[in-house]
């Protein structure tokens, strides 16, 4: 791999990687407006000029217009470069409107953050600034503000190389640029909400989170979106309780810096009114709901008593189901059920909108095929059962019936299964609780906790640990890394991995092998 020096600091990179980058690894961040980690290189800001060493002496380039070679040095704190910089930020603001009291985007502006660390100039400007057009509503999820864009050209990239819809443009000449859409032409795809994220400034914003909060008082953490068996990694952002957004985290694997509208709607669900927040037997509140079920289930018979594991649940509540069964009911039977719940997005696509709706459909064939003996909805028709208890899926609409006399059902929205079922117990949602997905890549990704659960809620694993244990004998799965651990150490397809190892971009499990069948 080359060497490169960035302020004196050496270090060794793939060869052909973007300075940018390069720098941020010799911690090291070179401002820049118009660069993009997953965009092609449009160059035009000026914002990233740094200094480097030619034939002819120092001169000054764009760092995302070079890539590391070896032997490559460059300087990004002489007193050229800081001149450059102050120059460049002048120049943006020459027309830029005084808009931070009001504007959305204060606080993840970097025209602002620059200003502080590269600008602090005095105004020489005595011109009127030009005016452009104002708060246009471009698509279902955007606002438009043209008085406030930079040019910096991402929204336009965006369109012509992750959608290919060319929507936006830069339109006219000179202090008159402005990005517009074609008369008519609205913003139709599914990832508008990508063109807020990429966008430095305030010109483009969601319509979704539109003076909802200021960010600088929100939290971030780090989890998954569990709409599509893609996995999108995402930013959980909340303040004291509430889920005010997801924005896309970057995972080069997964889904570069994208994901879809569908995706981030999903946090509406967390504190809606179709939210289970109370358990209930036959209808009524009850404080007793798993003791209950335990009581149906032993007066049922394991015989006739069936558990359907659950491809929207996570590996930890599915293993849970598994060693509840094993413990208490080794003659009941065990299914798993596929297709979209009721209130599931239609929509897919070749991108990221994956045409399975569940987020673990992977991690329940996985665990099936280890456990064995796990049937399917064939199965499941044909059983003669008195008792079914649900994880999580919708079962009831995705097999069309009622399939036992007697239904219980754990999860968290109301659904046709919840209206079926005599007990309902509620389990958090995944922004309520530590846990593990695998998603269609084979790749086990971490959720973790960012907001306490709502109601009666506790994580599944929790409460089917709480349910085996008024069995007779608790599965053991209260906690959610000694849960994995547990997993990991009889699936040869999870050995040597954990919590810690996973980090925030997951990773891939052993592939399916001869010997590692039979191993299992």
């Known amino acids: 791999m080359p060497k490169v020096k960035v302020n004196d600091v050496e270090l060794e990179v ?18 820049h407006y118009c660069y993009h980690p997953h965009l092609s290189v449009a160059g035009n800001c000026r914002m990233c000029m740094c200094e480097t060493d030619t034939p002819r002496g120092p001169m000054l380039e764009i760092a995302c217009n070079m890539q590391a070679r070896d032997g490559l040095v460059i300087r990004t704190e002489t007193d050229n470069v800081k001149a450059v910089r102050k120059s460049v930020m002048e120049f943006l603001l020459v027309n830029h409107p005084l808009d931070c009291p009001i504007c959305d985007q204060s606080g993840e502006c970097r025209l602002q953050d620059y200003y502080m660390d590269h600008g602090k100039y005095d105004s020489r400007g005595n011109e009127a600034k030009v005016g452009k057009h104002k708060r246009q509503d471009i698509g279902e999820h955007i606002m438009l503000d043209a008085e406030r864009c930079v040019q910096c050209s991402r929204c336009v990239r965006f369109g012509d190389e ?8 830069l339109m006219n000449r000179g202090d008159h640029t402005e990005i517009g859409m074609f008369p008519g032409m609205r913003l139709e795809h599914d990832y508008q909400g990508n063109l807020a994220d990429i966008c430095p400034v305030g010109a483009l914003t969601s319509k979704d989170f539109r003076f909802q909060r200021r960010v600088w008082y929100l939290r971030e953490t ?21 889920v005010f ?52 289930i032993r007066a049922a018979g394991a015989g006739r008593v069936g558990f359907v594991l659950g491809t929207q649940a996570s590996l930890e509540a599915n293993w849970a189901m598994l060693q509840l069964v094993r413990a208490n009911c080794p003659d009941a039977k065990v299914f798993w059920v596929a297709g979209a719940d009721a209130d599931a997005i239609a929509k897919s696509d070749t991108f990221l909108m994956d045409a399975d709706k569940n987020a673990n459909t992977a991690g329940v064939k996985l665990l099936a095929e280890w456990a064995g003996n796990v049937g399917d909805a064939a199965a499941l028709r044909a059983a003669d059962l008195a008792l079914l208890v649900v994880l999580e899926d919708d079962v009831v609409s995705r097999v069309g019936e009622v399939l036992a006399p007697a239904l219980a059902y754990l999860g968290t929205q109301h659904n046709p299964t919840t209206a079926a079922a005599a007990i309902v117990v509620p389990v958090a949602h995944v922004v309520e609780m530590d846990a593990t997905y695998l998603n269609r890549q084979g790749r086990v990704q971490r959720a973790r906790r960012a907001t306490n659960p709502l109601g009666e809620a506790v994580p599944a694993y929790q409460a089917l640990d709480a349910l085996g244990a008024a069995l007779g004998r608790a599965p053991g799965t209260r906690m959610p890394v000694a849960t994995f651990l547990a997993m990991a150490r009889v699936i040869p397809r999870l ?26």
């Open 14 to 31: 793939p060869a052909g990687t973007n300075m940018i980058e390069a720098a941020k690894l010799a911690g090291v961040e070179i401002p």
């Open 495 to 520: 050995a040597g991995l954990d919590y810690r190892g996973l980090g925030t971009n997951g990773k891939l499990i052993a592939p399916a092998t001869p010997a590692a069948a039979e191993a299992k």
């Open 162 to 169: 992750i959608t290919h819809t060319g929507d936006l443009a």
């Open 245 to 296: 957004r997801y924005t896309p985290r970057r995972n080069d694997d997964v889904n570069q810096s994208w994901m879809c509208d569908p995706g981030r709607d999903r946090h509406v669900a967390i504190g809606s009114l179709s939210r289970v927040l109370r358990a209930t037997v036959d209808g009524a509140p009850s404080a007793d709901a798993i003791p209950e079920l335990a009581r149906r």
């Open 222 to 242: 780090a989890s998954v979106c569990t709409g599509c068996a893609t996995g999108c990694n995402i930013q959980v952002c909340h303040q004291e309780g509430e």
